[in-house]
């Protein structure tokens, strides 16, 4: 028999009533702007429209960050890869949803894409094998991280993507699209948008959405994405959306 000491005990309650304050700061503070100057919530209700007394414990959210192995995704003039700027925010973001009470479930973990040395067409298998590890989840929704890029440096901003035939897909894309400009650039004027051609909006059996997070062919963009603070608030503009959704359905 194993007898814990007195004081490991208390290093271990300590930890526990830290992670669950961390987890009722963050949803009290989503919604409220970048600053959080504004209590989250409002009479007993989360602001952002989730409701105080919803059970995420028993929610379950698959993050997919995008690309990975030999598949860089898009590459910023100076070199920055996009899949090493996705699976960063997608481990920040799925940090938030477990302090939360939510189960995640990640495509990738690491930089190793979800294909063998063996396949032909690595791309298609590594596809088909995230839209599995989605489907077999039976999760709540589904995320995928991603960053942008367009001709020239013109182009900035957060958007986010859905099927176009779901209309829980839809739902999804306009609380996350409006969450990520309320809290990084209240500037941006893009907003959610459907498409038919993505690969996993298409064969997943969860609503999916799709969130390019920002242009790394924007030079400022680019750097802002790269960095670690930054990465933090923007999965938590994304992690914001996803509470607010779960609070709704």
Do not use: W
Request: hydrophobic share 35%; net charge negative; aromatic share 6%.
């Amino acid at each position: 028999m194993i007898v814990m000491r007195p004081e490991l005990k208390i290093v271990l309650v300590a930890v526990e009533i830290i992670v669950v304050i961390a987890a009722a700061l963050a949803l009290e503070q989503c919604g409220t702007g970048s600053e959080n100057s504004d209590k989250g919530y409002i009479s007993g209700e989360y602001s952002g429209g989730a409701q105080e007394n919803i059970d995420y414990e028993a929610k379950t959210v698959a993050i997919d960050s995008g690309h990975g192995g030999i598949d860089p995704g898009k590459i910023s003039a100076d070199g920055i890869l996009e899949k090493d700027v996705n699976l960063a925010i997608a481990s920040k973001l799925k940090i938030l949803l477990e302090q939360s009470g939510i189960t995640v479930i990640m495509t990738r973990a690491d930089d190793n894409g979800l294909y063998q040395e063996s396949d032909s067409n690595k791309k298609a298998a590594d596809m088909k094998k995230r839209c599995s590890i989605i489907n077999g989840s039976k999760a709540d929704i589904a995320v995928s991280i991603h960053q942008n890029s367009y001709v020239g440096e013109a182009s900035k901003g957060a958007q986010v993507f859905y099927y176009k035939q779901s209309e829980e897909g839809k739902k999804l894309a306009g609380i996350i699209q409006k969450n990520m400009i309320k809290e990084l650039d209240n500037t941006n004027k893009r907003v959610e948008k459907p498409d038919s051609a993505y690969y996993m909006l298409r064969n997943t059996q969860v609503p999916t959405v799709i969130v390019e997070c920002g242009f790394l062919s924007n030079r400022e963009e680019a750097y802002k994405l790269n960095n670690d603070e930054y990465q933090q608030k923007t999965a938590y503009s994304i992690y914001c959306g996803i509470i607010e959704y779960l609070g709704q359905n």
